[in-house]
């Protein structure tokens, strides 16, 4: 094995420095030892890993079958799309495969018999994982390009879309865009997005049938035309904001918008000549593994990092178990030639044996104490090894202790609850009458109002009397002449000294008006 590692250095021209190896054995004053590096899988050919989605429904040919015309002949429409006949059909997955020197096989779509409806298909690219771009992406055309078409992007597995480039014979006109070209675009620019007219001119359907985004023109910006100097790009890569992040992506999608017209003016008594037609769809990059991996392998229908360094994950982008001693750090190019592997670490290798279950990057001796403990623990967690939740936060049962939500809020009422610390489920504790979880909720015959307080009165043992009202279990309503909490009492109850003068007056007068009136009125009657 030794002498195997031995020869493999030497032949390996360490000179290389495209971070194609992520560890050597080395010899040093102290003995034989692994050296690390930051390190990279090649550039590969992406299609060949893709799935491919083709939007809408029934765009792609043949079903029903279908004649269409060329451009040169746009007459003699004697060619045939027919999904049953392998000869004839013409389906997604042409855009991929291999073939013949010569002989083009190619998806295409139905024609423009439906104009002037806009004749739009998409083209989805997925990969499932994070790739970065190494060269141009070349999409092939046959009879003809669109006259408009977009590229986009999504770096979340087809979450959220981003526009990549546009395309249009009038960018002005397509999308309000003024026309550029990448050659034109400065170190501060690199990662704008532009809309170009290179591809998108009639120039015969035979010749220029690419459509590119420009992956190496943009290189060439820190690199130069021919690419002697890598180092500037790789440094400006790791320093400029969001430019390795123009260059990454999870999946691609092609907008096609206006096929190919071949002329100036749709014609519409010929409309079988206007479809489009891919034969092949070039991707050229490699696995985003954060500088932590030179393999990456296709398993199980994904593709996969070999991560190095004590890392793991699909894009190597978290630490193994048990080496979560610092923070996850990417791989660095920097700097140059080798990078920075910035492994993960294990506990014991870094400062004393202190754990922080990556919730800390640094450690502190305190003298006094003789412990070496985390500072400044981050993601709510507290403690020497940041191994505790905050108070107001509770631990996660579902997550390790070095998951980045391994705290959660308790989130108790601040009215219902007697403090802002839970239990271990995230149960805090209520003050009287509330209830639920987090105590924003009362009890049975508790009603809330900024706190929970006993009902005043309710449908079934509180309930108002003499016709009064329950007002939310607050109050009751009573009619005119009872009062109490329940309006069990009358206002002038002749046994309670709880009539108030004013209409006690008021009462007796009243009666001896009608007294007076019932005894003029027998008066009357005999
Ligand atoms: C193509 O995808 C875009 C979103 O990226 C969507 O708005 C549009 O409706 C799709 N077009 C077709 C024809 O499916
Ligand atoms: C995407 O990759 C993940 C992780 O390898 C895997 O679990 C999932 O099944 C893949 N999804 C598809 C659609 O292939
Ligand atoms: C990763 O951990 C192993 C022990 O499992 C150790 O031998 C190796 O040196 C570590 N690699 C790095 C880059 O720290
Ligand atoms: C608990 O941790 C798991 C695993 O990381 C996570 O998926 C989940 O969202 C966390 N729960 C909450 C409530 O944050
Ligand atoms: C937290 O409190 C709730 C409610 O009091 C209780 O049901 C639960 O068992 C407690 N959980 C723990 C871990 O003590
Ligand atoms: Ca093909």
Known sequence: MLHLVAFLLHCLPLAMGHYDICKSWVTTDDGPSWEFYACQPKAMRMKDYVTVRVDPPGITCGDPPERFCTHENPYLCSDECDASTPDLAHPPKLMFDKEDEGLATYWQSVTWSRYPEPLLANITLSWNKSIELTDDIVVTFEYGRPTIMMLEKSLDNGRTWHPYQYYADDCMEAFGMPARRVRDLSTTSANRIICTEEYSRWAGSKKEK?????????????????????????????????????????????????????????????????????????????????????????????????????????????????????????????????????????????????????????????????????????????????????????????????????????NCNQIGSLHDRCNETGYCECREGAAGPKCDDCLPNYYWRQGCFPNVCDEELLICQNGGTCYQNQRCICPAGYKGVLCEQSKCDSDTKACNSASSTYLSLTTFLISALILQLRHLDF
């Open 210 to 410: 690419n459509v590119r985004l420009e992956v190496r023109d943009r290189f060439a910006i820190f690199a130069g035309q021919d690419f002697r100097n890598m180092d500037n790009l790789y440094t400006r890569l790791e320093s400029a904001k969001g430019l390795k992040d123009f260059f990454t992506v999870t999946d691609l999608r092609m907008r096609l918008l206006r096929p190919a017209l071949g002329g100036t003016y749709v014609q519409r008594e010929n409309l079988y000549k206007y479809f489009y037609a891919v034969s092949n769809i070039e991707v050229t990059g490699r696995c985003k593994c954060n500088l932590h991996a030179n393999l990456c392998s296709f398993k199980e229908g994904t593709l996969q990092c070999e991560c190095e360094h004590n890392t793991t994950g699909l894009d190597c982008g978290k630490c193994k178990k048990n080496f979560r001693t610092r923070s996850w750090r990417a791989g660095s190019y920097l700097p140059l030639p080798n990078g920075s592997p910035n492994a993960c670490a294990a506990a014991g290798l870094a400062f004393g044996n202190c754990e922080c279950y990556g919730h800390s990057n640094r450690c502190s001796y305190i003298d006094f104490l003789n412990v070496v403990t985390c500072v400044s623990c981050k993601h709510n967690t507290r403690g020497q090894h940041c191994q505790h939740c905050r108070l107001g936060f509770y631990r996660n049962g579902s997550a390790e202790l070095d998951d980045e939500n391994v705290c959660i809020e308790c």
